[in-house]
């Protein structure tokens, strides 16, 4: 190799020592800035989203924390198809209105039934045990009846008192509004007010999402005489509540995180998996391997 005078070789090098320099005060080349997935949805599916979203943060401890938030169904059904920095995922306990979904950032939404919830009645220390059915129950959350024996004469004299979520009809589907005599305590997103405040009105009964209810500690009352166990839940022998994952394609697509955020999801709805452990009444085989195959074809 023929060797260069040394000014030629220092006039070579100075641009170079330049590029050098000014590339070190920029640091290595910046990449996508990070996002931080965003959960929103049913005070039912609060206890899921959470568990999925510290999931997530264990398995990418350099992202940013995922959040999530129980909104309710329609506030969450409201931010998911905002648009611009919408949440990313999506958890209802009823299905998206065609109409709505046909609108929703363009309607190329995913959804992704996961498992069961259900209504369970949990009763105060001296709370009576009335023989409720769905229905029955769902006229003393918004019917004017006083008393149980109101409702129907079989059923005891004692004044109706009742505590759950703002939104009951997350939990118990097909009732109106509420009603505001206070005959029934609507408390925020957070199930735990709702035992909180049944500590200290022994006589009510709590209507609470079978996850929620599973850790209150005391029995719970059937309903049309069947106990709320898991196997009368996933049979629908008990009256039970989808549980729903949307998300839209086109986010799938152009974030690995979000797909891989996904992955776990199928993980963590499987029997025995991390969902099972929050309360999560599973799907059966057939509906699991179909969820997962949509997952993956993604």
Known sequence: MPAFPPRFRRAALLPLLLALAAGGCRGPAAGPPPRQIRLVGAVAGFPFAT????????????????????????????????????????????????????????????????????????????????????????????????????????????????????????VLPGLGAPRRDGRYRAQPADMRLVLAALATAPNALALLPYADAARAGRAPLPLAGIAPDPAAIAAGRYPRVPLLLYVHARDVARWPELRAALRLFVAAMEPGGLFAAKGLVPLDAPARRAVEGAVAKL
């Open 51 to 170: 568990a999925l979203a510290e999931q997530v943060a264990r398995s990418s401890p350099e992202a940013i924390a995922p959040l999530a938030r129980a909104t309710g169904n329609e506030a969450g059904i409201a931010a998911f198809c905002a648009g611009k920095d919408a949440p990313a995922l999506l958890l209802t306990t009823r299905p998206i209105a065609p109409a709505v979904r046909a609108r929703c950032r363009g309607g190329r939404l995913l959804a992704l039934p996961f498992g069961w919830t259900a209504p369970v009645l949990v009763p105060g220390a001296a709370a009576p045990a009335p023989a409720l059915t769905a229905d029955r129950l769902r006229s003393a959350i918004t019917g004017a009846a006083a008393r149980w024996s109101d409702i129907d004469p079989a059923l005891p004299g004692a004044a109706i008192a009742l505590i759950g979520p703002a939104a009951p009809e997350e």
